[in-house]
């Protein structure tokens, strides 16, 4: 879990951080809200987009 900030301004959110590999085995660092789905969900979402 992470905070999202900068210098004047930081979010009451927290975030989650997944790495994954994509189809042209090129790292990936995806940044999200959702707690709920598994992170090979996450990709796979992403990827259909």
């Known amino acids: 879990m992470v905070y999202i900030e900068s ?3 930081r979010t009451e ?3 989650r ?3 994954i590999i994509d189809s042209r085995c090129k ?3 995806l940044i999200t809200n959702r707690f709920d789905f598994l992170a090979d969900d996450i990709s796979e979402i992403y990827h259909s987009r």
Do not use: K, L, S
């Open 7 to 9: 210098a004047t301004n």
């Open 27 to 29: 790292e990936m660092r």
């Open 13 to 15: 959110n927290v975030f």
């Open 17 to 19: 951080i997944i790495d």
